[in-house]
């Protein structure tokens, strides 16, 4: 993400997501504005875990929108390898479950899920600090979207991990970054 992204972002964030992403640990607000930023723009990471009625962020969500993210190099990266939008949504899909019928019935006695109420789990948030790590040790002054990919293979566990194992790539992904950042 250019410095641009980073004050438009500040810029744009209300007072409440501020809050809530200075809340984390003070050297994860970086890695946490770069993730808001995957929010802001076209609400990717809460469209993600909407779509799957998750009223949390975790690292499926995290990678569905690495993937959404077509112009970084994570996305790059993972279509080098085979690795889709689609394939990788029906993935969470299946491993994680939609949960309608759940959600059906809360709706029909007026209970609706609430956007605000979506945080981080913990592991996405390892997850970040990871990526983070990531950056530093490249000597990247920026948290970009091949860093949280990293961060989600160097973690190893998770879903969004597990995913990438299904895939036959997880151990494939670092390899095939560093390649492309040349």
Same mark, same amino acid.
């Given at each position: 993400?250019?410095?641009? @992204? ?5 810029? #744009? ?11 984390? %640990? ?22 993600? &875990?909407?779509?799957?009625? %998750? ?5 499926? %969500? ?6 959404? #993210? ?11 390898? @085979?690795v ?6 029906? &993935?969470?899909? #299946?491993?994680?479950?939609r ?22 789990v ?5 997850? !970040?600090? !990871?990526?983070?790590?990531? &950056? ?9 979207? #091949?860093?949280? !990919? ?5 973690? @190893? ?26």
């Amino acid at each position: 993400m250019n410095p641009n @992204g980073l004050a438009l972002l500040r810029q #744009e964030m209300t007072n409440e997501q501020s809050r809530r992403f200075n809340s984390y %640990h003070p050297d994860l607000c970086g890695i946490c504005l770069v993730a808001a930023f995957m929010v802001w723009r076209g609400g990717t990471l809460s469209e993600e &875990a909407l779509s799957f009625h %998750h009223q949390y962020i975790g690292t499926e %969500h995290l990678l569905l929108g690495l993937l959404r #993210e077509q112009e970084g190099l994570a996305a790059l990266a993972l279509a080098k390898l @085979g690795v889709a939008l689609d394939p990788v949504r029906a &993935a969470v899909a #299946e491993k994680m479950g939609r949960l309608r019928a759940a959600v059906a019935e809360k709706m029909e006695r007026g209970d609706q899920p609430v956007e605000e109420e979506i945080d981080y789990v913990p592991r996405a948030r390892k997850v !970040l600090s !990871l990526a983070l790590d990531e &950056a530093e040790r490249q000597g990247s002054a920026y948290v970009r979207t #091949e860093h949280i !990919l990293l961060g989600i293979v160097r973690d @190893g566990g998770g879903a969004g991990a597990d995913i990438l194992d299904t895939f036959g790539v997880l151990g494939k992904v670092r390899a095939q970054v560093f390649e492309l950042l040349g």
